[in-house]
């Protein structure tokens, strides 16, 4: 089993930065593609960005390519969401995940997950 504990959510002004972190234990996550996702309240979880095992390629929603950044540090079994500019609308529940196949936009293909972290972005 791997377990995901996301962190670094919180309030923030529009047009403000966060940075999320994603600690995993448990496995190796550099064995892992991952990936955030997000949910907000009344609506589907959807896809946000996701990172290969080596990191050496990333994919974006539409909705956020520009604005954020997904990483991560093998070494600290760790992976990271630095988002920029936020908008009210990137208010929701943001997860981990992590699975077996590089690049995916799809749930399906995510195996373990954390419990989520609450970002809040203010008008």
């Known amino acids: 089993q791997m377990q995901l504990v996301e962190s670094g959510g919180g309030l923030v002004q529009a047009g403000g930065s966060l940075r999320l972190s994603c600690a995993a234990s448990g496995r190796t996550s550099s064995h892992y593609a991952m990936g955030w996702f997000r949910q907000a309240p009344g609506k589907e979880r959807e896809f946000v960005a996701a990172i290969s095992r080596r990191g050496g390629s990333t994919s974006y929603a539409d909705s956020v390519k520009g604005r954020f950044t997904i990483s991560r540090d093998n070494a600290k079994n760790t992976v990271y969401l630095q988002m920029n500019s936020l908008r009210p609308e990137d208010t929701a529940v943001y997860y981990c995940?992590?699975?077996?196949?590089?690049?995916?936009?799809?749930?399906?293909?995510?195996?373990?997950w954390g419990q989520g972290t609450q970002v809040t972005v203010s008008a």
């Open positions: 995940a992590a699975g077996l196949i590089d690049g995916s936009s799809s749930r399906a293909s995510y195996d373990y």
